[in-house]
């Protein structure tokens, strides 16, 4: 008999206990630890999920400011000329360089079916990588092509497109995407290769190897490798990618690590990829002893920065919004293998499809942010951001969408 006593009594205790700790309601002035008291999931999270309840001070929440840039002709952007995908912002002889798939066509893109050797299917079909500079981040200088199509077959004879940099031992390494099919003729299929130069000013030699193989038969990236993007950390190159996979019905896109010891390598792909789950082109950099993330356009998880300590495992530290597409921030320590990462204040991104479908083209511009632990900007910290009409109004209902309503 008393054996179930017992149990009855102390679940009866365990009531009263529980409605107890809620007895008052939840204090007017946000408590800044984890209040004892029963918490609901959401606020819960607060706690436990993000470096602090309060978004403007969490150093890795930040809105993003929209510059136009001096020093770039888009031919009044009729779909000739496109420049997007930059790389990573680097400073040297006492000037910004960037990196960016440059396309100069007679034509705008066609699609697959209608290219050929001088029609582009793509935006970034027939394209080859150039680099500007820059002493203020604002204007730039066109310097021209860095990478060259190189003849057929070689790898990226088609296209040579979204290139990022990795200064190394007093080198610099270009890895970019060599096309060796039109984009589009099956999905936007290419693997990985790199140039190296003793200057940014290049010259640059090809390897004419691939350097990140895409993989086997049946594995999640075994059409696609893009976005290769290097980063120095723990003694080693972090090169983290996206893939394309899933078929065309239900596309999905992921990022995926690959390390190596030497920047030619070999890359050994992390046997946990994908790293992250979402997300379009890599953007990432060094923060505190781990690595952030920006994730932004594609997938669950598209909106938000995130963090992973061990450069691994990538969790959620904010939610944001308006983020930069293909961002590529200025990470003044990139490549010094550091402990304490400072995080990023502005980098450069683009603005895909400026002038509708028929003139497709892209542009470069610049981004500010505070994700950094240098600087407090409140600005940036803003939680909400006032869009004008306008940028609503271009979300408009389609014909497809009108014809349901009123039907
Ligand atoms: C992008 C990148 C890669 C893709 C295409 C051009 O923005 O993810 O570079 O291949 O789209």
């Not at 021209?144 to 007093?170: C, Y």
């Not at 402990?339 to 502005?346: N, S």
Request: proline share 6%; aromatic share 14%.
């Amino acid at each position: 008999m008393n054996k179930l006593i017992i149990p009855f009594f102390l679940l009866i205790i365990g009531c009263v206990n529980t409605s107890n700790e809620n007895k008052t309601a939840f204090p007017f002035t946000l408590p800044e630890e984890m209040p004892e008291r029963e918490l609901s999931s959401a606020v819960k999270r607060l706690y436990t999920d993000y470096s602090s309840v309060h978004p403007q001070e969490n150093e890795l929440f930040s809105q993003f400011k929209y510059t136009e840039l001096k020093g770039f002709d888009y031919n009044n952007h009729d779909g000739t000329i496109t420049r997007r995908d930059p790389s990573k912002v680097i400073y040297e002889n006492g000037k910004y360089y960037v990196w960016y798939t440059y396309r100069n066509t007679s034509l705008p893109p066609q699609g697959a079916k209608k290219c050929n050797d001088t029609i582009p299917s793509s935006d970034w079909d027939l394209a080859e990588i150039w680099y500007a500079t820059s002493t203020d981040g604002f204007t730039w200088e066109e310097q021209g092509v860095a990478i060259k199509r190189p003849a057929k077959p070689n790898i990226g004879w088609r296209s040579v497109t979204t290139a990022d940099i990795l200064v190394w031992e007093g080198k610099y390494y270009l890895y970019y995407q060599g096309f060796m099919e039109a984009s589009g003729t099956r999905g936007d299929d290419c693997p990985v290769t790199a140039s190296w130069a003793d200057s940014p000013d290049g010259p640059w030699t090809p390897v004419n190897e691939i350097i990140i193989p895409n993989g086997k038969n049946g594995e999640w990236d075994m059409y696609s490798i893009h976005d290769p993007y290097p980063l120095v950390y723990n003694d080693k190159i972090y090169l983290y990618y996206k893939s394309d996979f899933n078929g065309k019905e239900k596309k999905v896109r992921m990022q995926g690590l690959a390390v190596a010891d030497n920047p030619l390598g070999p890359f050994e792909k992390h046997p946990l990829n994908p790293v992250i789950s979402s997300g379009h082109e890599t953007s990432l950099f060094q923060f505190k002893s781990g690595i952030a993330a920006l994730v932004y356009k594609d997938g669950v998880e598209h909106n938000t920065i995130q963090y992973a300590a061990d450069g691994v495992n990538f969790e959620i530290a904010s939610i944001t919004e308006l983020m930069p597409y293909a961002a590529a921030p200025y990470i003044p320590d990139a490549f010094t293998n550091t402990k304490d990462g400072r995080g990023i204040t502005w980098g450069m991104a683009h603005f895909i499809n400026v002038s509708g479908w028929s003139r497709m083209n892209s542009m470069l511009v610049r981004f500010d942010c505070d994700l950094s632990q240098d600087i407090h900007d409140d600005e940036m910290k803003e939680h909400r951001v006032n869009h004008s009409p306008d940028v609503y109004f271009k979300q408009g209902l389609s014909k497809k969408q009108r014809e349901r309503i009123f039907r």
